[in-house]
Every structure is written in structure tokens, then in C-alpha cells.
């Protein structure tokens, strides 16, 4: 960890004045869990050290994805993601499955259609093989359901001090069909805003397995590849403007995304947010905010109004959109923030999530 | 869970809404003593809702925001030291110190956990009999019970590696020290259901008579909330000043006589200082003298921890009511959730945090 405080020591050009506010970099000369929560601690480690320290080699702002023109206008997706979920084993799912659908729909919210992926396991010292058997079948059962081939893979193993268990980065290849522009930027005022289903419920389905809380009833993750339901979306000849998979930092870390690169507001309507009431009973318990949850099968999708209904209907036609939504608008004012309107007529901002999402003490 | 949408029910709601507007014929600032009803009021939008006439203070009722930087301090001392594994509640581990929080620690090579339950900690202390295992065991007597329990369970079956961090605070005394502050504008309180539950009302009519305030034990879900108000302002309307219970399906009058049974063995009643307050006299909980040696502050040695509050922030101003959270200079600038100068910005439940997060709409739309 120290060789990020050196980095900054080290590299000139860094600029920490922009900073609205004292971050953990100036703070805390150390990683903290907070800076892989995917909300705002993760941005600024990246805003700030990294595209700073890679300088003019840094192609685009470090995203989920990128869509790269190759030859003679093939235009190719790439991504990479790692995977460090604790417990390996959850309902629903594994961290094999996560390997695989994680990458893949980083790859489908550009419109892709994923094709290749690397597998790279760095693997702690004592780790049982029957798991990583395990893990490796569900990686296998997960590719092939989502037809992308394993091309290519690394595995390295670290002292039992230096690790815990298994961990995974997936990296892939996708072709974006001809006239396909997803992006965060092109959200624009009068846009829907869609999500495919109920929200929350691969976050809750881990911290049930992971705190030892019981709910009444087992919450199985959604984890899922999504490409096909994107393509049954495209289909529809919609000009989809974004497309994103809500995962860490959940519903409300990805609209504060959109909103700020697309320099629009954003209003919800929380009587129309798709929570189950499993999520919302253990976020009550535990004191979190549904829409900060993680998902893994889910996408939201900004789409010019006129062309909501077509794009709901054929969302609601796919085994994995059955339950799709509109949940809100893009609007003129307010531009960067999101904002809800509460079942009782009142609003409340949703603000991007710092670092992890705490319980609340009572 | 189910049972709880119904006081939700935004149809529902409106009636009660209607009902305030119509009882409410000045204006009146009433309290919520309660962290959890202040994020409830902020994250439905409540107090949008509610007549001009009807201004909410937020008071000192969230248990992270009250705890003094001095016991954060002492937190992060023990948490540091090799060999321990410091349990909290979550939200405890952003709560700034005077140089770091729990979370620092855990990156700095600390043995930090999240639990859920004081019981989870000493279950830990049994599984490392090697290890010392210190509960950060803060809150008003809503949490009190569960500590005192897992306090008393240790004793009797012998768990000698586990300790206590004990900062435990009481609503009536910081009650009356709100209404003996030369400054207060606070006219009516609704007492927090929750604590009620443990200890009943009898410890509201006194103060109900003394201050001349109506005291309405209220809950936590938007028509519980709703309704403490209305029978607030019914009373402030009428002139009244008594204690009313519109919480009756979690508070009953007695309270919970076997909790408080065990709140009397295993804690005694101390000064305690309040994070932004300052020190109230016989508002708090410490070991009683059966169970000291479970103190972790006396095991680690920590008590000659002494530090001071930030200047710039005027948390204390906020928690007594006398001022909202964006007059704070710091509010917004030097002071946000991500680099709080004081625990109103820390929890969630927080005056200053629910205020940044939730209110900063009209807040832009102001300026």
C-alpha cells in the first residue's frame, strides 16, 4: 500500500487543489476499503492518482468499458474487472458466476456482443481445491451460457498472509454493431429512465450470507449476462443513449454517473423503483439505502421518451426484463443531481455513495 | 413487515397532513429527540409537508453524532494496539477522530470489525481466547440493554478477554439541559419511541410539568412521525403540557421491566460529556462497580486521552436546535460526509449529514 503514497510523492502534476473537499489521499496516507466501493472515493482515486500518474498514455477516463475503432471501422469493446466477493459461495450464484457475467455486461451496457474473455486467478496459499474446482465449473457453465469462449488466462498464487481465498479479473472483447452510440453523455433532457427489474438483491443476498443474517426467506443473487436482453432492446431500432449495469454503489452511484456526464438532472419517482420487499426489509433492518445496493443482473437504460414504450415492451418480452420499469426522467434542471420524489410528495436528493454503505446504529 | 406499509400510506398520510395544517393557527417549533426520526423526517420529505407554522429542530438524538471526540480517540488507541480485535457498529468506523477514524486504523494493520450485535463480539472473544475483544458499545437505552446483556453473559461464563467501550447517554437529562439553555426555542419534544420501549414514560411527566412542554412518545415510520405531530400541535394549540404515548404498539408505560432490571445490575449512572453539548450532569452509563472490571478504558489504560472539538464546527449549536445545518460556515465547504469536522456529518442520521445529502436541492435552488 505505501507505493501509493510514494506514487504521488513521485509523479509531478498531480493537482489535489481541485479537490472540493480534503480526500483520503491527502488524509489518510493509505487504501481504504472505501476507495473500491465504487462511489465517490473510487472516482477520485482515479480522477486524481491514476489518470494523473498515466499521463498522455490514458486513452479515455478509465471506465467500465471502452469502445475502441480498430482497421477499418470495426469498432471492439473492451473491458476489464476484478472480483474479491466475500464469501466465494452465495445463494444464487458464486464468484465464478460474478467472473464471467460481471465482464460481460460491462461489455453489453456499450452494446456489444461479448465474444472473448481472459481469466486470471490469483489464488491465496491454502485455498481447498474442491472451491476452486467449484468456482471454475461455475466460471465454465457461466461462459458458455453467455457464448464468450476463454481464450486466454494467468494464475498466481500468494502467501496465506498476502490473500484469502480466491480472487478473479476477467478481461473481454466485444463487437458493437454498426450505428450503436451508447454512452454516459448522452443522456438528455425528456429521456426516460428504465431499469429491468427489482433492484437491490445481490447485495442483500451477499451481506445475508456475509453477516449471518437471516431475512425470513433466502434472497438468491441476480447475477446474470445481459447481453441478450440488450440485444432484444437494440432490436427495436430505439436509439438506447445509456445503458448501464447498476453494481457497486447500485442505482443511485450509476444515475449520479449519467447525470454528471451528461450535465442533466435526473428525477426519480420512488413509489415507482421496483424494490422487493426482502430488500426492503433487510435495508430497514440494517439501516441502508436500496438504491445503493449492489446488483448483478440488472441494467438501466436512458432512453429518448418517445421511444420508452417499444424499448419496455420488448424488455418485458426477455426472461430477464420481465419485470422492467420506468422509474423516472431526465429533466432540465438541478443538472448533475439526482433527485426522488418520496411516496408523501416530498423529495430528497440521492446523493453518489462515498465509500462502502455502513448500518446504521439504530 | 408488511404491517409496516400501512404507515406509509401516502392516502393516509395526507389526512394527517390536512389535519396539522388545520390545528395549526401560529407558529410553534417542536423537537425530535431522535436520530432515527430525523432521517425518517428528511428522507419522506416530511417537514416539506408540514405548515409554515410548524418548524422541526433536530436534536441530539443520534448516538454517533453525541459521542465525544475524546472516547473516539480513546477508541482508535485501543484498536490500534496488537492483539485486539475492536468491534463496532458500522457507521462508528467514519466517525472522525482528531487525526483518523476506525476505518485508518483497519488500513493501518488494525483488527476492526463491523457487527451486529454486542452478542456477535463476545462469541468472538470465545473463539480467540488469545485475543482481547473490545465492543465500542455507545447509544441511548435503546442499545443499552444488548450491551448490558452481553456484559452480564460475559461475567457469568467466565469470557475474561472481553471488554467494554462504553459511552451510553440518556434522553430525559439532555431533555432538561436543552430546556435550561438560556438560547432554547425548543416549545414541544417528541420523545423517541424506541428508548421508551426499554424505559417506559414515567421519567417524561416531570420534566412535561417543569418545562411546561408537551412530550409525545412518537415512532419512526412517516405516519408515526406525522402523528406525533398533530398531537403536538393540538396540545401547543390548546395549551397543554402533558405526556402522550402515539406510539402504544412498541411503548408501553412500564416499559421493559426485565431490560431495566439488567440495565440497573450491570450500569450505573454518570456525567457524561455529549460530543458538540458539553458535559450534562448524571446523563449517562458506566460499569457498575460488579462489572468494572469488563471497563475497556480501564484495561487499556486510555483514560489520560484528552482532546478538543474542532473550531470551526458548530455541531453543538445544531444539536441543541439553534441553528440549521447549512448556517454552519463549514457546512458544505471544509465540513461534507466524506470529511466530516464534527458527527453531525458523520452518521446518516446526523442532522448536518441528512441535511447534505437529502436537502441539497433547495439549498442550490437558494443561492
Not at chain 1, 107 to 125: Q, R, W
Not at chain 1, 210 to 219: A, D, Q, S
Not at chain 2, 210 to 220: L, R, S
Not at chain 2, 310 to 323: A, D, H, K, P
Request: proline fraction near 6%.
Amino acid at each position: 500500500m505505501a507505493e501509493v503514497t510514494d506514487l504521488t510523492a513521485e509523479v509531478p502534476g498531480l493537482d489535489f487543489e481541485g479537490w472540493v473537499c480534503p480526500v483520503p489521499l491527502r488524509d489518510i496516507p493509505s487504501i481504504v476499503m472505501g476507495h473500491g466501493g465504487g462511489g465517490a472515493m473510487s472516482g477520485e482515486l482515479i480522477e486524481h492518482l491514476f489518470l494523473p500518474a498515466y499521463g498522455s498514455a490514458a486513452a479515455s477516463d478509465l471506465g467500465d468499458s471502452a469502445v475502441l475503432t480498430v482497421g477499418s471501422g470495426i469498432r471492439l469493446a473492451f473491458s476489464t474487472d476484478s472480483f474479491v466477493v466475500k464469501p466465494m459461495f452465495f445463494p444464487g450464484g458464486s464468484i465464478g458466476d460474478l467472473a464471467v457475467n460481471g465482464t460481460v455486461n460491462d461489455l453489453a451496457m456499450s452494446g456489444a456482443t461479448p465474444l472473448f474473455l481472459s481469466t486470471a486467478f490469483i489464488l491465496a496459499e491454502g485455498t481447498e481445491l474442491s472451491a476452486l474446482g467449484r468456482i471454475a465449473r461455475a466460471l465454465g457453465r457461466a461462459a458458455e451460457s453467455a457464448g464468450v469462449r476463454l481464450v486466454t488466462g494467468d494464475t498466481k498464487v500468494v502467501e496465506r498472509a498476502s490473500g484469502d481465498g480466491v480472487y478473479i479479473n476477467t478481461s473481454g472483447i466485444g463487437v458493437v454493431p454498426a450505428g450503436v452510440d451508447i454512452h454516459a453523455r448522452r443522456a438528455r433532457p425528456g429521456d426516460a429512465v428504465l431499469v429491468s427489474g427489482d433492484i437491490g438483491v445481490h447485495g442483500v443476498a451477499v451481506m445475508s450470507c456475509r453477516e449471518g443474517l437471516e431475512f425470513g426467506t433466502t434472497v438468491e443473487s441476480d447475477t446474470a449476462p445481459l447481453h441478450g436482453l440488450v440485444a432484444d432492446m437494440l432490436a427495436t431500432g430505439a436509439d438506447l443513449h445509456v445503458l448501464r449495469d447498476p453494481t457497486r454503489g447500485g442505482v443511485s452511484a450509476s444515475l449520479n454517473e449519467i447525470a454528471r456526464a451528461s450535465d442533466v438532472g435526473i428525477e426519480l419517482v420512488e413509489r415507482l423503483l421496483p424494490v422487493p420487499p426482502t430488500v426492503r426489509d433487510a435495508c430497514s433492518l440494517l439501516g441502508l439505502d436500496p438504491l445503493q445496493v449492489a446488483n448483478e443482473g440488472k441494467l438501466i437504460a436512458i432512453v429518448p421518451a418517445g421511444d420508452a414504450d417499444q424499448v419496455l415492451a420488448a424488455m418485458r418480452a426477455h426472461p430477464l426484463g420481465r419485470s422492467a420499469c420506468r422509474v423516472g426522467r431526465c429533466v432540465p434542471d438541478h443538472a448533475g443531481m439526482v433527485v426522488a420524489r418520496t411516496g408523501l410528495g416530498g423529495s430528497r436528493v440521492i446523493g453518489l455513495p462515498i465509500g462502502e454503505q455502513l448500518p446504521r446504529i439504530c | 413487515m408488511k404491517y409496516l406499509d400501512e404507515f406509509s400510506d401516502p392516502d393516509l398520510a395526507k389526512k394527517l397532513l390536512d389535519q396539522i395544517h388545520a390545528a395549526t393557527t401560529r407558529k410553534w417549533a417542536m423537537m425530535e429527540v431522535c436520530g432515527g426520526q430525523t432521517h425518517s423526517i428528511i428522507r419522506h420529505g416530511i417537514d416539506q409537508l408540514l405548515p409554515d407554522g410548524v418548524e422541526m429542530i433536530h436534536g441530539p438524538g443520534c448516538p454517533v453524532c453525541v459521542t465525544p471526540l475524546e472516547i473516539i480517540d480513546r477508541a482508535l488507541a485501543i484498536a490500534a494496539r496488537p492483539g485486539v480485535i475492536f468491534c463496532s457498529f458500522g457507521d462508528m468506523l467514519r466517525v472522525p477522530g482528531s487525526s483518523q477514524d476506525l476505518f485508518s486504523v483497519r488500513s493501518a494493520g488494525g483488527d476492526v470489525r463491523v457487527v451486529y450485535s454486542p452478542l456477535d463480539a463476545l462469541k468472538l472473544a470465545r473463539e480467540n481466547p488469545d485475543r482481547e475483544v473490545v465492543f465500542f458499545g455507545i447509544g441511548f437505552e435503546t442499545t443499552a440493554p444488548a450491551n448490558a446483556m452481553t456484559v452480564y453473559q460475559a461475567e457469568r461464563l467466565g469470557v475474561r478477554n472481553f471488554s467494554l467501550l462504553v459511552s451510553h447517554v440518556l434522553v430525559p437529562p439532555a431533555i432538561a439541559a436543552i430546556m435550561e439553555s438560556s438560547t432554547c426555542r425548543v416549545q414541544a419534544f417528541l420523545a423517541a419511541g424506541h428508548v421508551c420501549s426499554v424505559m417506559g414514560t414515567a421519567e417524561y411527566p416531570p420534566l412535561a410539568q417543569k418545562y411546561k412542554v408537551p412530550i409525545v412518545v412518537t415512532g419512526f415510520e412517516p405516519l408515526d412521525i406525522l402523528e406525533g405531530v398533530r398531537r403536538t400541535v393540538v396540545q401547543l394549540e390548546a395549551g397543554r403540557h402533558e405526556v402522550e404515548n402515539a406510539y402504544p404498539r412498541a411503548v408501553r408505560d412500564e416499559g421493559n421491566v426485565p431490560a431495566m432490571e439488567m440495565l440497573r445490575d450491570v450500569f450505573e449512572v454518570t456525567d457524561r460529556t455529549w460530543r458538540g453539548i458539553g458535559a450534562i450532569p448524571r446523563s449517562g452509563w458506566r460499569l457498575s462497580g460488579k462489572y468494572r472490571a469488563f471497563d475497556a478504558e480501564q484495561r487499556f489504560d486510555v483514560m489520560d486521552i484528552h482532546t478538543a472539538e474542532s473550531s470551526l464546527c458548530r455541531s453543538g449549536e445544531v444539536l441543541q436546535g439553534l441553528i440549521k445545518p447549512h448556517a454552519c460556515d463549514a457546512f458544505g465547504k471544509e465540513c461534507t460526509p466524506r470529511n466530516p469536522l464534527g458527527a453531525t456529518m458523520v452518521s446518516s442520521e446526523g442532522a448536518c449529514a441528512a441535511y447534505y445529502t437529502h436537502r441539497r436541492l433547495e439549498l442550490v435552488d437558494a443561492k
